[in-house]
């Protein structure tokens, strides 16, 4: 199948290299944004967004929530993944089938094929929030990639390198964007600056982030 097929409703795809390993696929998910949503909601009725605690003591600005079979979590005890969400004692909801798919299509795109995520941890910023830098670390299987899905307001994604000193690269993420993120990149220091006010159709005054991973 040629790889423009995979774009609903472009003719041509939209891959750009960031790195070795790393792709950003422009409005990939443009074309399933509104069923995003409306999964997303069913997950934030049973597991709503939070904001959780840094190991230092920080009450992170962004809001979180998961689904998927382990949820990443926060807390003056460390980062870690875990099967119940802290909040409720109950698991994490199921990770919708419209989720998985989109997250294994990206992948395949990406170069990186039978990716099957069993987490994704999502992520809600409202104006002025932000992630500092970061390596994503805690999962057990650095081989599989991860995949970032954005909707909402656009942000500014920090893409650094292997030490948290390397300049970073400011890339534009808007909504339907998916970053692709592995290999030689994958353990690479990242961040979204602090996200600026707006109005989106989507999402009202707020940008949403899916960041599926393979953490078991
Ligand atoms: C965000 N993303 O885009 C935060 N991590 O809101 C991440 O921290 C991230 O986009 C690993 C791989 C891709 C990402
Ligand atoms: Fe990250």
């Given at each position: 199948m040629p790889l423009g097929d995979l774009f609903a409703g472009?003719?041509?795809?939209?891959?750009?290299?960031?790195?070795?390993?790393?792709?950003?696929?422009?409005?990939?998910?443009?074309?399933?944004?509104?069923?995003?949503?409306a999964a997303l909601e069913r997950v934030v009725a049973a597991a709503p967004f939070r904001r959780?605690?840094?190991?230092?003591?920080y009450v992170m600005s962004v809001?979180?929530?998961?689904?998927?079979?382990?949820?990443w979590v926060t807390d003056r005890?460390?980062?870690?993944?875990?099967?119940?969400?802290?909040?409720?004692?109950?698991?994490?909801?199921?990770?919708p089938p419209e989720f998985a798919r989109l997250a294994a299509r990206a992948a395949g795109a990406g170069g990186?094929?039978?990716?099957?995520?069993?987490?994704?941890?999502?992520?809600?910023y409202e104006p002025g929030a932000r992630l500092s830098l970061h390596q994503d670390k805690d999962e057990r299987d650095f081989?599989?990639?991860?995949?970032?899905?954005?909707?909402?307001?656009?942000?500014?994604?920090l893409f650094g390198g292997a030490r948290r000193s390397d300049p970073t690269r400011k890339i534009r993420l808007e909504s339907g964007d998916i970053v692709v993120w592995g290999g030689p990149t994958r353990l690479f220091?990242?961040?979204?600056?602090?996200?600026?006010?707006?109005?989106?159709?989507?999402?009202?005054?707020?940008?949403?982030?899916?960041?599926?991973?393979?953490?078991?």
């Open positions: 472009k003719a041509t795809p939209a891959v750009e290299n960031l790195a070795p390993g790393a792709v950003l696929l422009r409005g990939f998910a443009a074309g399933k944004a509104a069923e995003m949503m959780m605690t840094t190991p230092g003591g809001e979180m929530t998961n689904c998927g079979q382990v949820g005890r460390g980062y870690r993944y875990q099967v119940t969400d802290p909040a409720t004692g109950k698991p994490w909801p199921a990770m990186y094929e039978g990716f099957v995520p069993d987490a994704c941890l999502v992520n809600r081989d599989a990639p991860i995949v970032s899905v954005s909707l909402g307001l656009p942000a500014v994604f220091f990242h961040g979204i600056a602090p996200v600026a006010d707006g109005e989106h159709p989507l999402t009202g005054r707020c940008r949403i982030n899916l960041t599926f991973r393979k953490a078991l």
